[in-house]
């Protein structure tokens, strides 16, 4: 984004007490671990018991992910409070996922063995409090079938004495209702079971894996807009016994953007540094804003992959609120139907995974930073030396320069950790996308930048997770359109050429046999700087509004045509909140009730 005063950053060591772990046993508890007895003991979709091939015994699993359903099967099993577990199964296929979850526990892991069988393993150590977990191996979205067999789940069962086998009830009366553009909440009566206790309650949103609660209801959020989703729940006592899941009860979310158009207005807050342009608190940032996009979570070092985030200093921010009230903002924006994400990077955040190792750290780093906050998802601001294509890098389908291909693979791996409400922006610069239509990578002589257009394979490789691509149509040189013609920021005829090679897909490097395919229009949002002081190529509200409405309906363009008309285009990303107060609020103030009038 814009070049931004350095922040103070302070260092925190925090002492923590262990509480003592009891090692975990050679044994294996989880249930129909080979998948001889069929999917007894399992709960699976898109699954089946297969003959050949298998790892030992007669029968595999072979899960045959398609749509949205990645082909999970997990089980609940019972365990022990304060005691390390360690988890493994054999698999094969393009991408499988192995993992646990309960209270306090969220272990995971996955490969890419393809057709030969390898061992994944993952551990955990369960809480005071945890008696029950969920183990699940599931495959991901157009990979194609995945196989495991020889499921293990190393330690000691849960329980003693007799052991409980009598499930509670079935919940009754599921109902989903209070709806906003983001979020619908779940209720429903409480079960009752031999023991006395109900454990916690699971639900299950479209039939995907479910979330855990121990109260009679359940808010999902990063809901799209005007959507229907359909829930159903179920009962499970501390013996790790569940009852079977409710009917499915539907809901829709309203329409989102705060009007009847469902177009989106994103800006990023300046969460860690203040800019010149003062700080703004989670609770401050104006309605009109359905996107907050905290700005910025940095690596530790270029190449480590471990991202961090401090909240702006004191020193540097007076009027900082404290972490408890953040959290709570955030909470309330989110109840509101917003999104609040992370993004990473920025102008002086340079972020290069080099190996896997890196991969695996980023991957971590950035769901602890989304699980300590409550995040919605991540943004994707990689600038400067971020990104980049080797020499011969030159397939879009398939890269191979090492940057590219772990960033491909964490951000898949980091949507397979929260499945379908994992929200993903990225906000790439013209030269790293729309520059593509002339220049790729170093080019056949080596001798174009190396870090032309080196966004475009990873935008294309997540373009079915996607959420938004909102490009920074600033801080730009000109860029040749599809018409053949250089475009220069600041006016409408730039953002309507920028944006219709989003739309209409273009030729790399003027190949017409080599081409990025076009993305949704629901995918494409413009980027833009808020203020005069946010950034070059500043445009006015006019000229924003032309460009749009040349785009969305296709009249009262300027020079440029567009390829075709873009109804469905998303709405307006800005650098910054913060630039926008600082700017009297021009930007929110005049272009929500123009999207708003979109029809």
């Known amino acids: 984004m814009n070049l931004r005063k350095p922040a103070a950053v302070a260092a925190l060591a925090l002492a923590m007490t262990a509480l003592p772990v009891t090692p975990a046993l050679a044994a294996n508890i989880a249930t129909n671990p080979g998948f001889e007895s069929g999917l007894a003991g399992w709960t699976c979709s898109l699954a089946q018991t297969v003959s050949s091939p298998v790892h030992g015994g007669t029968k595999a699993l072979q899960g045959s992910p398609a749509g949205d359903d990645f082909a999970r099967c997990r089980q609940t099993v019972t365990v022990q409070p304060n005691t390390a577990y360690q988890l493994s199964a054999w698999v094969q296929g393009a991408y499988v996922f192995l993992g646990a979850t309960g209270t306090g526990v969220n272990a995971s892991t996955w490969g890419a063995p393809g057709a030969t069988w390898r061992q994944l393993t993952t551990s955990f150590t369960t809480g005071a409090s945890t008696t029950a977990v969920t183990i699940h191996v599931n495959g991901w979205y157009g990979q194609g079938p995945y196989l495991a067999d020889d499921v293990v789940l190393d330690g000691p069962g849960g329980g003693g004495g007799g052991q409980d086998t009598t499930p509670p009830t079935v919940p009754g009366g599921l109902a989903v209702g209070s709806p906003t553009s983001g979020s619908l909440t779940a209720t429903w009566s409480a079960s009752t079971d031999d023991s006395g206790t109900i454990a916690r309650y699971e639900i299950s949103r479209d039939g995907a894996a479910p979330a855990q ?302 081409v990025f395919p076009a993305l949704r229009q629901d995918q494409v949002a413009i980027g833009l700087p808020a203020s005069p002081n946010a950034g070059n190529g500043f445009t006015t509200v006019a000229e924003v509004q032309k460009a749009f409405t040349c785009l969305a309906k296709g009249t009262g363009c300027g020079t440029y045509r567009p390829r075709g008309v873009y109804p469905n285009l998303r709405g307006l990303m800005t650098w910054s909140i913060n630039w926008d107060r600082f700017n009297g609020f021009e930007f929110s103030r005049s272009h929500r009730p123009y999207l708003d009038g979109l029809s």
């Open 213 to 514: 609660v121990t109260t009679t209801s359940h808010t999902a959020t990063g809901l799209n807009p005007a959507t229907t989703y359909r829930f159903k729940v179920r009962a499970c006592d501390p013996s790790g016994n569940c009852s079977p899941y409710t009917q499915e009860v539907a809901g829709t979310t309203t329409t989102g953007g705060g009007g009847q158009s469902g177009k989106l207005m994103v800006g990023y807050l300046h969460a860690s540094f203040a800019n010149g342009s003062g700080y703004v608190r989670m609770a401050d940032v104006p309605g009109e804003w359905d996107f907050i996009n905290l700005a910025f979570g940095e690596p530790t070092s270029v190449t480590s992959g471990d991202i961090r985030f401090t909240r702006c200093p004191v020193a540097e921010c007076p009027n900082v609120e404290s972490e408890a009230d953040f959290v709570a903002a955030i909470r309330a924006k989110q109840a509101a139907g917003k999104k609040v994400l992370i993004s990473i990077g920025g102008q002086n955040g340079q972020v290069q995974l080099t190996t896997a190792a890196a991969r695996d750290t980023f991957v971590e780093s950035v769901a602890a930073i989304i699980d300590r906050y409550g995040l919605d998802g991540l943004d994707v601001d990689f600038e400067g030396h971020s990104l980049y294509l080797n020499q011969g890098d030159t397939n879009l389908n398939n890269p191979t320069t090492p940057v590219v291909v772990n960033l491909i693979s964490a951000l898949r791996s980091l949507k397979a950790r929260y499945g379908t409400r994992f929200t993903l922006t990225m906000a790439p610069e013209t030269f790293f996308v729309q520059l593509g239509h002339q220049f790729y990578g170093p080019g056949p002589n080596g001798a174009a930048d190396s870090r032309s257009a080196s966004y475009l394979p990873v935008i294309h490789a997540l373009r079915n997770d996607l959420t938004l691509l909102h490009v920074q149509d600033y801080n730009s040189g000109p860029i040749m359109g599809l018409d053949g013609q250089y475009h220069t920021m600041g006016g409408h005829d730039f953002h309507v050429a920028m944006t219709d090679m989003l739309l209409a897909g273009f030729p790399i490097m003027g190949n017409a046999g080599n």
